[in-house]
């Protein structure tokens, strides 16, 4: 294998001019948690990289609209010490919190999370949940994408080789909405999630009115769940309700695999019942 | 550049430059490159933080860390000058066995007492746990870790 060649932009534009005439294999490298062990395991040797961590035009949180804009390279530490992260996307400072272990944190970002379009990667099922959408920008513009859009399978995106991930926003929060996050894996810290589960629904005069779901590590990619909206709209939280939603939404639309940490029918059990706990938590109010 | 380039960074507050492939691993700088043989390699991937180190007063583990991304940086690791509160504390408590996993568990010791010295309240066990859970302990002496981060956060309030 040749040495790599790698660029490093001091900005922005320079790293959006070094994408334009990119090969198509090119390769972006954020905090590198992914890419370095996929480099020094030899699974992945590029021939080119950009490496775009010194970008501090690609960091920070910021107020839109009332929601939340970050930039590509926030860290998962940046939304653990940001108080207008925590204030407009919660549950997505708590799967931060899950990430890793401090090490980890400090150089993860949001941009790398969604890059890997990994089907354990944690903060994307939350993005799912909250209708968070990418901005992708290359020399020639910048475009927006829903995360339901932009990941596209195992380890694909809609990314086209001359962009990169700008920034993401989450919309603000619609009135009275509640939100859930849980990760289960096999220890409290640095463990690979065996499913992941993120929930924001609204209920008025006792019914659902609007629900949205994701999950994570139940399908090639993280993955809406929209059995539970079309079991839950317009209906009462009661029990028997909760528990059919749970099972259809587990059936119909996670697709888990069997590997070395589960095997699929132990992924979509859990992925039951942890729906079907949350929704339960959810509609107690916690 | 695919070539080795001219890196430019303060390690233990001393300018140091040296000439790395630019996807070279920061643990690979220090340890091969200058020679500080203090930060360990454990896993080599990212979980077990036996290469622990500072860049830029943030804990990382240096096998997940290119050469490229830190020119220009201040990096601290086990040979810095001023842990000795931390590694007395290792020391009186017993917190290392083997000692492989010691350096990168003092530098995130010494994290997690700049995190909490000036804090009001003391961490409850499930704090400590939570900042040391990036590092691992092959000897499993993970009580006398426990109380050495302990002794050091005492001892450095005022
Ligand atoms: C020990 C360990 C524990 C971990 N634990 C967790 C965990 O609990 N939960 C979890 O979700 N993840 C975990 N990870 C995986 C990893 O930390 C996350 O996926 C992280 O968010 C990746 O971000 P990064 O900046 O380090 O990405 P990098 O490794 O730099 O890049 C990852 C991918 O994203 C692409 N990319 C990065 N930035 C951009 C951009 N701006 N535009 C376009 N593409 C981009 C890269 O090209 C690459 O394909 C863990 C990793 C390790 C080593
Ligand atoms: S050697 Fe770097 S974390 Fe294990
Ligand atoms: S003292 Fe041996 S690994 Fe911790």
């Known amino acids: ?58 960091r920070g949180v910021r107020d839109e609209g009332g929601g939340l804009r970050m930039g590509a390279l926030t860290t998962c530490a940046d939304l653990l010490g940001s108080d207008l992260a925590r204030a407009r996307a919660d549950v997505l400072v708590d799967a931060a919190a899950e990430v890793g272990a401090v090490q980890i944190q400090n150089r993860a970002t949001v941009g790398g999370n969604l890059g890997t379009a990994s089907p354990a990667a944690d903060l994307n099922p939350v993005l799912l949940a909250l209708g968070a959408t990418v901005r992708l920008r290359s020399a020639s513009g910048s475009r927006d994408l829903p995360v ?36 289960v894996g096999t220890r409290r810290a640095q463990s690979i999630s065996k499913v992941v589960v993120a929930l924001a629904a609204t209920l008025a005069d006792g019914r659902f009115t609007a629900v949205r779901a994701a999950a994570g590590s139940v399908a ?47 992924r979509r059990l859990v992925l039951q019942r942890v729906l079907r706990t949350e929704l339960g938590a959810l509609a107690a109010g916690a | 550049m695919s070539e080795p380039f001219e890196l430019e960074l303060t390690v233990n507050g001393t300018p140091r430059t040296v000439r790395v492939a630019p996807l070279r691993r920061l643990l690979d700088v220090l340890r091969e490159d200058l020679a500080l043989t ?8 990212g979980e077990c933080g036996a290469c622990s180190v500072f860049v830029d007063g943030e804990l990382v583990n240096s096998c997940l860390v290119a050469a490229c991304q830190v020119e220009g940086c201040d990096v601290r690791t086990v040979e810095a000058p001023d842990l000795g509160n931390v590694q007395a504390a290792f020391l009186e408590e017993g917190g290392a066995q083997c000692g492989i996993c010691t350096p990168g568990m003092v530098l995130a010791v010494q994290a997690f007492v700049d995190e909490w010295a000036a804090r009001g309240r003391e961490p409850d066990d499930v704090e400590l746990r939570a900042a040391l859970a990036g590092n691992l302990c092959r000897c499993t002496g993970y009580e006398k870790i426990l109380a050495s981060a302990r002794t050091a956060l005492r001892r450095a309030r005022p």
């Open chain 1, 148 to 183: 339901e859009e932009f990941l596209t399978g195992y380890r694909a995106t809609a990314r086209r080789p001359d962009e990169l991930i700008e920034s993401i926003a989450i919309p603000a929060r619609p009135a009275g909405e509640r939100r859930r996050f849980r990760k």
């Open chain 1, 220 to 266: 090639p990619t993280a993955v809406l769940l929209p059995s539970l909206a079309a079991e839950l709209v317009g209906q009462p939280p009661d029990e028997a309700r909760l528990d059919a939603a749970a099972r259809r939404a587990a059936r119909d639309d996670a697709a888990p695999i069997d590997d070395v940490r589960s095997t699929a029918a132990y």
């Open chain 2, 38 to 45: 203090g930060t360990k390699e454990g896993c080599g991937e």
């Open chain 1, 1 to 58: 294998m040749s040495a790599p060649r790698v660029t490093v932009p001091r900005s922005l534009d320079e790293a959006l001019a070094a994408l334009a005439g990119a090969a198509p294999e090119t390769l972006l490298l954020a905090g590198g948690t992914d890419l370095m062990v996929e480099f020094e395991s030899g699974r992945t040797a590029p021939r080119d990289v950009v490496s775009l961590w010194r970008l501090d035009e690609l």
